[in-house]
């Protein structure tokens, strides 16, 4: 008995139609697919172009900050000098004797617009950085020319006999090849703050060669100290730490931010230690020669 064509599979037109009606359905759901994709396509070119222009906003207002605050500081700094020059007249007695109670009041007016030509001075220093106008010259020049430029110029300003002062020798390379400016402007900002906050006891400032080729210049007090939680704050814009003597003793909170930007222009860093209550040691480090011709040394300040 022979067996013929079965019975129950579908004729090949129904088999064909079948067929079409599938690669139809894929058809269909590849253009919905390609659709979908050249729809999202057009929401991540919209997205780029909004953070494109959003960046290009922030870049125009952090423009304006700094042109805002560099023409403010610039703009302050002539009454500034004006009254200084006014209270070092009186307390110099130029147009006559002061009483006591005049004097302590002319003091004060001196050292508070003192504190404020400091801030002005903080603000003018952070616009040109933002702005990129400062230019880093650096030099050949001597450790101890350096140290011996700081010492000087802070003893007029140790007042407290319950706080020394103490420049270590220089260990290792004596020579550097930097902006020295830049360099002093960083220390003189640790040393500032040493003081400060130091009521009793020493601030003591070294400097030592690493092994690769660097060199790191350190501050350290047996000041108040900074908890930990500050840590990560404390050399960033108008930061300022939570303790009686730090509200007692206000400053604009930029010395230490601006320090930071300084060291990165000279090629280093900035690092502090600090436990509360038992002192701090602020620290910058730096190539012992910048390179010359290199990124660091050509670009302005960004």
Do not use: C
Not at 80 to 96: K, N, T
Not at 174 to 184: A, C, E, P, Q
Not at 213 to 237: K, L, M, P
């Amino acid at each position: 008995m022979d067996i013929g064509p079965d019975s129950t599979a579908p004729p090949a037109d129904e088999q064909a139609a079948g067929l079409r009606a599938e690669l139809e359905a894929r058809t269909q759901e590849l253009e919905a697919l390609r659709s979908e994709l050249d729809e999202t396509n057009r929401g991540v070119l919209a997205l780029y172009a909004e953070l494109d222009t959003q960046a290009q906003q922030l870049r125009q207002a952090t423009e304006l900050k700094s042109r805002f605050l560099a023409y403010m500081s610039h703009e302050f700094r002539t009454p500034i000098a004006a009254i200084l020059s006014l209270s070092r007249l009186l307390l110099d007695r130029v147009d006559g004797p002061l009483t006591a109670e005049q004097e302590k009041q002319v003091g004060f007016i001196q050292s508070t617009i003192s504190e404020f030509g400091e801030m002005v001075d903080d603000l003018l220093d952070l616009a040109k950085v933002e702005a990129g106008r400062v230019e880093i010259s650096p030099e050949w020049f001597e450790l101890v020319d350096l140290f011996s430029a700081l010492r000087g110029m802070f003893k007029p300003v140790l007042i407290n006999p319950d706080v020394t002062l103490v420049f270590e020798e220089p260990k290792g390379s004596s020579r550097l090849y930097t902006d020295d400016k830049k360099l002093s402007q960083i220390l003189r900002n640790f040393i500032s703050n040493a003081l400060k906050f130091t009521l009793k006891g020493e601030v003591r400032v070294s400097a030592v060669q690493n092994g690769d080729e660097s060199i790191t210049f350190a501050v350290a007090d047996t000041g108040i100290g900074i908890a930990r939680e500050f840590h990560h704050a404390i050399f960033q814009d108008f930061a300022q730490i939570d303790s009686p003597i730090q509200k007692r003793l206000r400053g604009t909170g930029l010395g230490l931010s601006l320090s930071k930007r300084l060291a990165e222009l000279l090629g280093g860093s900035v690092a502090l230690q600090s436990e509360l209550g038992q002192g701090s040691t602020f620290s910058v480090t730096v190539p012992l020669q910048l390179p010359t011709g290199g990124p660091v040394a050509e670009e302005r300040v960004s």
